[in-house]
């Protein structure tokens, strides 16, 4: 595959899998059930569909990762910046993976498990369901986080890209904005990574995204 088809398709990636992305976390589960026994027995019946979800999510993470190497390397390797961007984006995506596992797989066979538990045996299971969500919102924070971060350092390299579009550096200028969205508002305690926190995550990034792909799509530019 030469340079300029391999670029292509990592626009098209960039394009198609924040829309997916976003799409998938439409239909992302919620328990809505007040107690315990009926919001396991939710999130056991709803098992099948977690598991999709996640695993496309998952699928799609990996997708846009290989997307964005693509761009990394239109931008330069040699590039400080874009190294330890793609280093801190990298970090991100590993632990945006260990999030969703347990989310998206962990958490639903081990509510089908004690579904059907007695009362006794629910309450001594409850510390490994806290467990499991403490582990999930860890590994969601220091994967935002991290993916912003490389966001950040990528933008700013585009931003300082010589010979680039105007248009292109307002998406550097974008990516700024982007990375620094779930950066302050988890230090600030204004953004919690639940279901819809998350989804304002995913949009605020597929924006980003979706742009970094249409130039590649349309200019395909050639490596540094």
Not at 81 to 110: D, E, H, K, N, R
Not at 192 to 197: A, E, N, P, W, Y
């Amino acid at each position: 595959m030469n340079a300029e088809r391999s670029t292509r398709y990592a626009g098209l990636a960039l394009i198609a899998g924040p829309v997916l992305s976003v799409v998938a976390m439409t239909h992302h589960p919620t328990a809505g059930a007040a107690g315990t026994p009926e919001r396991l027995a939710e999130m056991a019946s709803e098992g099948t569909l977690s598991a999709i979800v996640h695993g496309a999510l998952i699928a799609l993470m990996l997708l846009v990762f290989w997307g964005l190497t693509r761009f990394a390397g239109i931008l330069g390797w040699h590039s400080t910046a874009v190294q330890l961007a793609a280093i801190a984006y990298a970090t991100g995506v590993v632990c945006m993976l260990g999030a969703a596992t347990v989310s998206g797989f962990v958490a639903p066979s081990l509510a089908e498990r004690y579904a059907q538990a007695t009362a006794q045996e629910m309450e001594a299971a409850a510390p490994l369901f806290r467990f499991g969500f403490e582990v999930n919102q860890a590994l969601a924070k220091i994967g935002a986080t991290a993916q912003s971060v490389g966001i950040l350092l990528w933008s700013w390299a585009l931003v300082l890209r010589a010979g680039a579009p105007r248009w292109v550096r307002a998406v550097g200028a974008l990516g700024l904005a982007v990375g620094a969205f779930p950066v302050l508002g988890l230090v600030s305690g204004s953004l919690t990574l639940d279901v819809h926190g998350m989804l304002a995550v995913v949009l605020a990034q597929a924006v980003w995204t979706i742009a970094i792909g249409v130039w590649l799509v349309g200019s395909r530019p050639a490596d540094s």
